[in-house]
């Protein structure tokens, strides 16, 4: 039988290797591939407050394009709008950071495109489509200009004011808040429109506005965190977005005393160009009625 004498130091030489070529490999995986891989992901939130008679309606939801940054230039960004048409959706909600500062803390992180553009870009989608800015629309003085160019397309962009919306012939209100950490949120302002109990979707930037919210809207929808960007077996590793809410918020469903909000991971990057783990995502959730405590399927 052969005998294999490996000395310590070249142990650990070898592991070293090893380790290096793993985190080069992840690298280049987090860089190169993750950030490209879109994935449609389907979601059912079932509530007591979504009416028995009303029909389930379909809403496709995108965040944090930021457009500009290295894996998303305009023409991902027309990809990403054929990706949302397919889904068919009754409606399309954004949920802001359509643009990518590129402040000091994101240096590493590209340019930005400009609000012109990406007004042009989101003009192709067909469903009536609902929107707020976040913080990068924000951050460098562009939020009027994006917020005018999206209005002029027909996207209804919402900042402390609500919207109304028919689905098969019955009724329901949009709203949406200013965004959390460069504007003035006001959630019972957004309501003051709301003149009937028709269900109410909010949209908020961020999922630190979920503590403003009553339960009054049946789901609150959200994107900002972009789920960490870097997370292993699915716990982020640390936050690419300052947010003042607890990890609980930083993906996916959450139920809270009495209120519902689902959080996206976002398309684009921020702060660091990678993605591991977290793949971009497109979400269609569908809403219908459930009998008793809400469910998130
Ligand atoms: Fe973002």
Request: glycine share 10%; charged share 20%; with cysteine.
């Given at each position: 039988?052969?005998?294999?004498?490996?000395?310590?130091?070249?142990?650990?030489?070898m592991?070293?290797?090893?380790?290096?070529?793993?985190?080069?490999?992840?690298?280049?995986?987090?860089?190169?591939?993750?950030?490209?891989?879109?994935?449609?992901?389907?979601?059912?939130?079932?509530?007591?407050?979504?009416p028995?008679?009303?029909?389930?309606?379909?809403?496709?939801?995108?965040?944090?394009?930021?457009?500009?940054?290295?894996s998303?230039?305009?023409?991902?960004?027309?990809?990403?709008?054929?990706?949302?048409?397919?889904?068919?959706?009754?409606?399309?909600?954004?949920?802001?950071?359509f643009?990518?500062?590129?402040?000091?803390?994101n240096?590493?992180?590209?340019?930005?495109?400009m609000?012109?553009?990406?007004?042009?870009?989101?003009?192709?989608?067909?469903?009536?489509?609902?929107?707020v800015?976040?913080?990068?629309?924000?951050?460098?003085?562009?939020?009027?200009?994006?917020?005018?160019?999206?209005?002029?397309?027909?996207?209804?962009?919402?900042e402390n004011?609500?919207?109304?919306?028919?689905?098969?012939?019955?009724?329901?209100?949009?709203?949406?808040?200013?965004?959390?950490?460069?504007?003035?949120?006001?959630?019972?302002?957004s309501?003051?429109?709301?003149?009937?109990?028709d269900?109410?979707?909010c949209?908020?930037?961020?999922?630190t506005?979920?503590?403003?919210?009553?339960?009054?809207?049946?789901?609150?929808?959200?994107?900002?965190?972009?789920?960490?960007?870097?997370?292993?077996?699915?716990?982020?590793l640390?936050?690419?977005?300052d947010?003042?809410?607890?990890?609980?918020?930083?993906?996916?469903?959450?139920?809270?005393?009495?209120?519902?909000?689902?959080?996206?991971?976002?398309?684009?990057?921020?702060?660091?160009?990678?993605?591991?783990?977290?793949?971009?995502?497109?979400?269609?959730?569908?809403?219908e009625?459930?009998?008793?405590?809400?469910?998130?399927?």
């Amino acid at each position: 039988m052969a005998e294999y004498n490996i000395s310590r130091r070249k142990f650990l030489r070898m592991t070293g290797a090893f380790s290096g070529a793993a985190a080069l490999t992840g690298g280049v995986y987090a860089y190169h591939i993750e950030p490209s891989m879109t994935v449609v992901r389907h979601h059912i939130l079932q509530t007591p407050k979504w009416p028995a008679h009303y029909a389930p309606m379909n809403i496709t939801i995108a965040s944090d394009f930021h457009a500009g940054c290295p894996s998303v230039d305009l023409a991902r960004l027309k990809a990403e709008v054929v990706t949302i048409n397919a889904q068919g959706g009754d409606a399309v909600c954004l949920l802001g950071d359509f643009m990518n500062s590129v402040h000091s803390n994101n240096y590493y992180n590209g340019g930005t495109c400009m609000p012109d553009e990406i007004a042009g870009v989101m003009s192709d989608i067909t469903a009536p489509t609902f929107a707020v800015l976040g913080n990068h629309d924000w951050k460098e003085g562009r939020g009027g200009a994006l917020t005018g160019a999206l209005n002029d397309k027909g996207i209804i962009v919402l900042e402390n004011t609500s919207a109304q919306f028919e689905h098969e012939g019955q009724g329901l209100w949009l709203n949406g808040l200013a965004d959390e950490t460069t504007r003035l949120p006001d959630y019972q302002k957004s309501l003051s429109d709301v003149f009937n109990d028709d269900p109410l979707i909010c949209l908020a930037h961020d999922p630190t506005s979920f503590w403003r919210i009553d339960d009054r809207a049946l789901v609150t929808l959200s994107g900002h965190t972009h789920g960490g960007q870097v997370a292993v077996l699915g716990t982020p590793l640390w936050r690419p977005s300052d947010y003042r809410a607890p990890s609980a918020y930083n993906r996916g469903y959450v139920h809270e005393a009495g209120k519902d909000l689902f959080v996206t991971s976002g398309i684009g990057t921020s702060k660091i160009p990678l993605r591991f783990g977290v793949r971009p995502e497109i979400v269609n959730l569908t809403i219908e009625h459930a009998l008793n405590a809400p469910r998130f399927i």
